[in-house]
């Protein structure tokens, strides 16, 4: 039996010291491909790679009921600037230590042996989905379009993780 596609509610981050809205690519194309998809987008934000500017606007949207999925794209490398991880992991409930995994091994048959560069991290927190990936479009591409918009997909089988949403927060009941 086929299941019907639920869309879920995401916000966009963008840990940038130099991008604008107008040179902002990698956040434009997660944007596109979540709505192409039929997800809707309740905000999109740059920020400065800031550990606690970063932990500002994602507290603000895990607290917001509307937003199921947040998806941040910079500060994932090893530079003394990147701190998206150190940011976002004293906030996450739950780590979903697979996402990194398979995304370095995913990006390691398209750039090498440069993928372990990346720390790219995934988990939940206050219910909520959250992604942090390379500030690179083609990583943001590949983290779209081979794992994320798949677990993003209630048809996806035999498990996805939107059916697993309404459970994030059964530790509270």
């Not at 790679?49 to 507290?59: K, T």
Request: with cysteine; glycine share 8%.
């Amino acid at each position: 039996m086929q299941r019907e596609f639920i869309p879920v509610s995401m916000s966009v981050l963008t840990v940038s010291d130099t991008r604008t809205e107008e040179q902002d690519k990698s956040g434009k194309l997660i944007v596109s491909r979540a709505r192409d998809c039929g997800h809707a987008i309740i905000e999109k934000a740059i920020c400065q790679d800031d550990i606690y500017q970063i932990r500002s606007v994602i507290s603000n949207w895990i607290v917001n009921p509307k937003i199921q999925v947040i998806i941040t794209t910079g500060g994932t490398g090893v530079t003394g600037r990147d701190g998206t991880p150190e940011a976002v992991a004293p906030l996450l409930d739950k780590t979903i230590v697979g996402f990194g995994e398979m995304f370095r091994m995913i990006s390691y048959d398209e750039i090498g042996t440069s993928s372990l560069q990346s720390r790219a991290i995934a988990g939940v927190t206050n219910g909520t989905y959250l992604f942090c990936l390379p500030g690179s479009s083609g990583a943001c591409a590949t983290a779209w379009d081979k794992l994320i918009a798949k677990q993003l997909d209630y048809r996806t089988r035999p498990c996805n993780l939107v059916e697993l949403m309404p459970r994030l927060l059964e530790h509270l009941q």
